[in-house]
């Protein structure tokens, strides 16, 4: 029962009566408030009756395995911290359970002084956990949001456990990647980044994965790969959505094996590294069009982590343009410049769509340009205007390149496909998989309907 | 096989869960024993990895040692060393002599 001193209220699950009674005992000794459960499935229904801080399972039980009982307790809750207990030693099972987020992985039998630490470092509430790299030393923010991100960052950052972070472009996803990395106990290791919409297909396979000498024409060396490169450290997949299918597969099976295996070659070998992937696209429509695998997107977003657009924290704005104009000073070596109250004012009004990245060039424009030491408002609403902001991606670019281009060839047609496909140079199931691909219904096309008054049409 | 006592010192907390704990250990004998009679090797080996997780926990090393013994020996279904490994653990129950410190 609970008693009202002690906050720490901890569900143990085992199918062993004796593992149960022995643990419950260990920690009731110590203080804490235990409630127990024999299988995965009374786990789950306990989890909303009790609300433990703390979860300790044992991996092997009948029906639902303790990797199972994780998956499902973090799907809910992924910050309550889950230990598991193990019979056997297997690596693999530690490695992937640790990717899952488990806080830690014991092997039975077990000690007592051993569970009592690893409970209370899942806890933190030992001493050593205290004194932490704060995650923040480099992310500027003051905005409540942030800080609430920034909190849940450096809750995951010392576990392996794999981080999804989303947000538009600009918005600080790589930044906060590597801050994870550098509060992570992998922080003596490298990070690893790499941008998934950059690579061609074929490339990026062997960028990946590496290859073997001769693997393929131009193989010429044999290639480690950037899975190897990070080894014991983090690796970053940066605009993961854009990853093509044929390769999403073979990643999912890399997280899931926890093997790489080089590309012409017949041997895999065990990986230890910390997934952290992002991207600026709404994967969960993506997912949706069938362009990305769900299994692969639910295994990348453990723990999922979104950046707002600079728009929805304007409080954030004068401090970072602060920031990048002591940086901007720092650089350059004559007077400290400032924004006038008006020029701050615009700026924190200004819709950013390229957002903090977009703010960091205009600052450096305006300090550049400015040859008073107060930068004025005319100059920042030059600035914003000149700026270049927010570039399409390559990828975005070439979608609505095909979208209008589809478009032109039905509306030449009249919505004919096999004379559409044949102006396109595809065959026709290419070319409905193309339309389908863009939501284009031919019907829209034919002479009875007038093509472009039609509704559907976004050209 | 001798009849003298193989003296284990268990932490006195546990004093209150050691007689349940060991009727326990009687019943997984008997459940061995039958396993055996019929060859049910992933009963011998489930019982032998529980030992194996449980015996440590509660202070008993040895019984850790033979549950780990019993399950790999179940693994890979050599019965002559099952038989003499549960009769091992049949006379590790007989002759363990409980202190608690
Ligand atoms: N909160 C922040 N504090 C300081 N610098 C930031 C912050 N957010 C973004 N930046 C900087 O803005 C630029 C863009 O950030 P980046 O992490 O590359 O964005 P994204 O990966 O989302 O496109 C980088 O130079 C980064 O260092
Ligand atoms: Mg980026």
Redesign the pocket.
């Known amino acids: 029962m609970t008693t009202k001193s002690n906050p720490y209220r901890i569900l143990v699950v085992d199918d062993d009566k004796d593992i149960l009674l022995l643990l419950s005992k260990w920690l009731t000794d110590d203080g804490f408030d235990v409630v127990i459960a024999a299988s995965g499935e009374e786990a789950l229904d306990r989890l909303n009756i009790d609300e433990p801080r703390l979860v300790i399972t044992d991996l092997f039980m009948g029906e639902m395995s303790g990797m199972d009982l994780l998956a499902r307790i973090h799907a809910e809750n992924p910050l309550l911290p889950v230990i598991m207990l193990s019979g056997n030693a297997q690596i693999p099972d530690a490695v992937k359970a640790t990717h899952m987020g488990s806080s830690a992985f014991l092997t039975k039998p077990v000690k007592q002084a051993e569970i009592l630490d690893q409970v209370k470092r899942a806890l933190r509430i030992s001493p050593e956990r205290q004194q932490q790299n704060p995650i923040a030393s480099?992310?500027?923010?003051k905005s409540k949001p942030?800080e609430e991100l920034i909190e849940l960052a450096q809750m995951v950052a010392d576990s392996d456990i794999t981080v999804f972070?989303s947000?538009?472009?600009?918005?600080?996803?790589?930044?906060?990647?590597?801050a994870i990395h550098k509060a992570s106990p992998r922080r003596d290791h490298p990070f690893v980044a790499v941008n998934c919409g950059a690579i061609p297909e074929q490339l990026l396979e062997s960028e990946l994965f590496g290859h073997e000498k001769g693997a393929f024409t131009g193989a010429n060396q044999k290639h480690e790969g950037l899975f190897k490169s990070a080894d014991k450290g983090t690796l970053f997949l940066?605009e993961i959505g854009d990853m093509p299918l044929s390769l999403q597969v073979k990643l999912l099976r890399v997280l899931q094996d926890l093997e790489v295996r080089p590309v012409g070659s017949t041997r895999s070998y065990p990986i230890d590294v910390r997934i952290i992937s992002?991207t600026?696209r709404d994967l969960d429509a993506v997912v949706k069009e069938g362009e990305f695998r769900e299994d692969l997107y639910y295994r990348l977003k453990v723990v999922p982590l979104h950046?707002l657009s600079l728009a929805e924290r304007r409080e954030?704005i004068p401090l970072?343009a602060g920031?990048?104009l002591q940086k901007h000073h720092n650089i350059g070596s004559k007077k400290q410049k400032h924004f006038s109250p008006d020029a701050m004012d615009y700026m924190i009004q200004a819709p950013w769509p390229g957002?903090?990245?977009q703010?960091?060039n205009v600052v450096d424009l305006c300090a550049t340009l400015s040859r008073t030491e107060t930068i004025t408002l005319n100059l920042v609403q030059h600035a914003l205007q000149d700026e270049p902001c927010n570039l399409q991606t390559l990828k975005d670019a070439k979608q609505e390149f095909e979208r209008n281009y589809l478009i032109s060839v039905l509306k030449i047609t009249n919505g004919h496909v096999a004379n559409a496909a044949k102006i396109a140079g595809k065959n026709r199931t290419e070319f409905y998989k193309l339309l389908g691909q863009h939501n284009i219904d031919t019907a829209d096309f034919r002479s009875e309907k007038n093509p472009l008054t039609s509704k559907n049409l976004n050209v | 096989m001798s009849n003298s006592k193989i003296p284990v010192t268990i932490d006195i907390d546990l004093e209150d869960l050691i007689p349940g704990f060991l009727t326990n250990r009687g019943k997984d004998l008997g459940t061995l024993r039958n396993a055996l009679e019929c060859s049910d090797f992933p009963v011998m080996q489930s019982i032998g990895h529980s030992l194996k997780g449980v015996g440590g926990g509660y202070g008993f090393d040895r019984m850790s040692e033979i549950g780990a013994a019993i399950e790999n020996a179940a693994r890979i279904k050599n019965v002559e060393q099952l038989k003499e490994l549960i009769e091992n653990y049949s006379d590790y129950l007989t002759r363990v002599e409980v202190r608690f410190e």
Do not use: C, P, Q, S
């Open positions: 480099e992310i500027i923010y942030m972070i947000g538009a472009t600009g918005t600080g996803k790589e930044i906060l990647a590597k940066d992002a600026h950046m954030d970072l920031h990048f957002n903090v990245r703010l960091i």
